[in-house]
């Protein structure tokens, strides 16, 4: 039956993709790719020869229709991002919502998100939490950091290299340098690191060595 096909791909370790979506893979008859050239690198590991075309920020919607019409007339896409879980701070939310509208049967495999080990290594409670991925660069987000500061849930942000100091700088004027945080970088690979402590502490740290790689950020919800 023809569907669309989500797949969690390795955030790392090529070890952590499953056996399941390299079977679905090379079942599909196309997979939609963030960028063709980062996933051939996998299919090519895998010996995966299934079609690729480019589904990524820039061109998803105005080629949302065409992917749903080849459902329609019986083909089967998977959908794959760069790193980890499509639509979690990737491409795809607009592709699996337009699949429902058109009752279109969408099945998610479980595997990696960068999120889940980050969090559960921190040592910060996570019965309840939130995601909010990466901040707004410029607009809204003085706002949002305001928010947050109010936020009593544990909260959890993915952010580059580039800018990690200066949102933990602003984490510090905004919640205080006490508030505990854990920063994982590099997440299944061979340098993967976290770094847990104060605001305060973890930005010393980060200042002293430069930041390298890809972060997620877990910071401590305000205590009630």
């Not at 679905?24 to 010996?47: C, F, G, P, Q, W």
């Not at 479980?110 to 410029?138: D, R, Y």
């Not at 205080?176 to 854990?182: A, H, K, L, T």
């Amino acid at each position: 039956m023809s569907k669309l096909y989500v797949v969690p791909t390795p955030i790392g370790n090529l070890e952590d993709f499953t056996f399941r979506a390299q079977r679905v893979l090379n079942e599909v008859d196309l997979i939609l790719a963030e960028d063709t050239r980062t996933s051939a690198k996998l299919m090519s590991h895998y010996s995966i020869i299934t079609p690729m075309s480019s589904n990524h920020m820039h061109n998803e919607h105005r080629s949302l229709q065409k992917w749903v019409d080849k459902i329609l007339t019986g083909e089967s896409i998977a959908l794959i991002s760069d790193a980890g879980t499509p639509a979690i701070s990737d491409p795809g939310f607009l592709l699996v919502r337009e699949c429902i509208k058109n009752d279109i049967e969408v099945d998610c495999l479980p595997g990696a998100t960068a999120f889940v080990p980050a969090l559960v290594n921190s040592g910060i409670g996570c019965e309840k939490f939130v995601f909010e991925g990466f901040l707004p660069v410029k607009k809204g987000r003085q706002t949002r950091l305001q928010l947050l500061a109010q936020e009593t849930k544990t909260m959890i942000f993915y952010e580059s290299p580039y800018r990690v100091i200066k949102t933990l700088d602003q984490f510090s004027e905004f919640m205080g340098e006490d508030r505990y945080v854990s920063v994982s970088r590099e997440i299944s690979k061979k340098f993967e690191q976290t770094v847990r402590g104060s605001l305060s502490e973890v930005i010393t740290h980060f200042k002293e060595k430069d930041p390298k790689g890809e972060f997620v950020i877990i910071l401590e919800g305000k205590k009630e």
